[in-house]
């Protein structure tokens, strides 16, 4: 494929677009960035969009990256100590919105930081995420006014609004353990932390349709019980909002696994659809039994409740059979063609030696660009590829409260784990992923953990080993 002047590629591998000569004309594209602008309160959870937001954007293959306003702010106080000698004091009262010193210094944290995210965007960063309350109209203006000095950055606000006390008290503890508070007194820590969230309240202006009719913006209300989206017009916001809409916040566990060992893989042969071997039935059995057992004992710790497990499968024979010894009466089973393995083009069926030995040209290509090469033939397809058909599975995993056990192969499990542990593309698709091998993800606020369990076909067991992936 060539690339003529006017073209270039947004996401490269999934997106081409052709410009003309006036870039304002494409807006609203794929190409032209944007600024994700967080709005709201201490401990409404932003910090915690945010890094789903970062990962979900970046494993679409947008370069996206978070600058943190606190952090800046911490770094400052660092230095004018050592310059000055005198230290700075970020105790309840340099939050206050008479405060007009620190509100002034505040302010100019913030403009710094969003210089640096323009900065960064204009030297090909895609989606940067400003980290701040920015929680005053005066404040949301003057970020508008800056962007509007760029040709090509879009603005969305993302404000978090939340009024659960569940949620707002475990939102209080984690600051606690955050980098204001680690190494204080915990009750004093707690009040201080109390009276800063005051002083935020007493200056907290939501965002108004008054404000700027023009802008996007939406309200994620209790992590995402309830959205707001107004005036989203660019593809980007589209994306975001859809993907916030879809989050929640209940506990549960999505456990991956490939299949059962197939013949084709006794024959090391790529593809296909061939049926489990003796030893594959054997993984199926066990893995029925284990996480039965699994099921049993996991409860959500708030309701003590346990969730359901649902059981998804791709619709290739030894996914469908791995899953075949699971009770459709107790576990609700869905086999999706999503969850495919990814499709080897004329190379299906064959050894990676044969592919070797008759397209020597192809194998060099793959080997040279594992994530962009696109096997030939019809159907064939890239990683690249495999994670746009992937997407709509992250949205739905996302969605679903219940704890999900997906049985799939491993181009797809290297893709997932990618997004669950924010692994970078072009390193993800070399992970080994062995097969009688499982793997448990559970979301914690600071992001997700790993557990990993290899059944053993000589002890007939599953058990917990090292989580390297
Ligand atoms: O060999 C098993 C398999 O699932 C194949 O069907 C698939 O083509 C391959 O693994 C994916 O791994 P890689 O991308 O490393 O070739």
Redesign the pocket.
């Known amino acids: 494929m060539t690339f003529g002047p006017n073209s270039w590629t947004p996401v490269p591998g999934a997106f081409i677009q052709k410009v003309g000569k006036d870039v304002h004309a494409y807006k609203n594209e794929i190409g032209p960035k944007a600024v994700v602008v967080m709005v709201g309160l201490p401990a409404r959870g932003k910090s915690y969009i945010v890094k789903k937001l970062k990962r979900y954007l970046s494993w679409l293959g947008f370069k996206t990256m978070v600058f943190n306003v606190g952090n800046r702010r911490r770094t400052c106080a660092v230095e004018t100590e050592i310059k000055t000698g005198c230290k700075q004091n970020h105790t309840s009262d340099f939050f206050s919105p008479n405060n007009s010193d620190a509100k002034t210094l505040r302010d100019q944290l913030a403009m710094d930081t969003l210089n640096e995210v323009i900065a960064w965007l204009n030297d090909g960063g895609k989606v940067g995420i400003l980290d701040a309350t920015n929680s005053t109209k005066e404040r949301r203006q003057r970020i508008i006014d800056r962007c509007a000095r760029e040709s090509d950055i879009n603005i969305l606000f993302v404000e978090s609004i939340c009024t659960d006390p569940k949620v707002l008290e475990r939102n209080m503890q984690l600051k606690l353990s955050g980098p204001d508070y680690r190494d204080q007194d915990s009750e004093a820590a707690l009040a201080d932390f109390q009276a800063r969230v005051t002083n935020y309240e007493k200056a907290y202006e939501t965002i108004d349709d008054e404000e700027d009719e023009d802008i996007q913006y939406c309200k994620i209300i209790n992590v995402g019980k309830k959205v707001i989206a107004h005036n989203i017009q660019t593809f980007l916001a589209g994306q975001c909002v859809f993907y916030l809409m879809n989050m929640n916040l209940a506990e549960r566990q999505i456990w991956l696994t490939r299949h059962g060992e197939s013949l084709d ?1 006794q024959g090391g042969k ?3 659809d061939s049926p489990l071997s003796p030893e594959g039935h054997e993984y199926a059995e066990a893995l029925a039994a284990f996480m039965a057992e699994k099921q049993r004992s996991f409860r959500c710790s708030e309701s003590n409740v346990q969730p359901q497990l649902t059981i998804w499968t791709s619709m290739l024979r030894r996914a469908v059979e791995t899953a075949e010894n699971f009770d459709p009466e107790e576990f609700d089973i869905k086999h999706m063609k999503f969850l495919n ?2 499709y ?1 083009g004329v190379c299906e069926g064959m050894t990676y030696k044969e592919i070797q030995e008759k397209f020597p040209d192809e194998f060099k290509a793959r080997s040279a660009s ?1 994530f962009y090469y696109r096997y030939p033939g019809m159907g064939g397809e890239s ?1 690249c590829d495999v994670i746009q058909r992937l997407s709509p599975v992250i949205v739905e995993l996302e969605r679903t409260r219940n704890s999900v056990l997906i049985i799939t ?3 797809i499990m290297r893709s997932l784990l990618a997004y669950f542990m924010d692994i970078p593309l072009r390193q993800m ?2 992970l080994e992923i062995p097969l009688n091998t499982l793997y448990c993800i559970e979301a914690k606020p600071y992001g997700n953990v790993l557990c990993k369990y290899e059944y053993s076909l000589d002890a007939k067991t599953f058990l917990q080993v090292e989580n390297t992936i």
């Open positions: 893989n790529i593809g296909g393995e990814i080897a594992k990683y192969h491993r181009a698709t070399n």
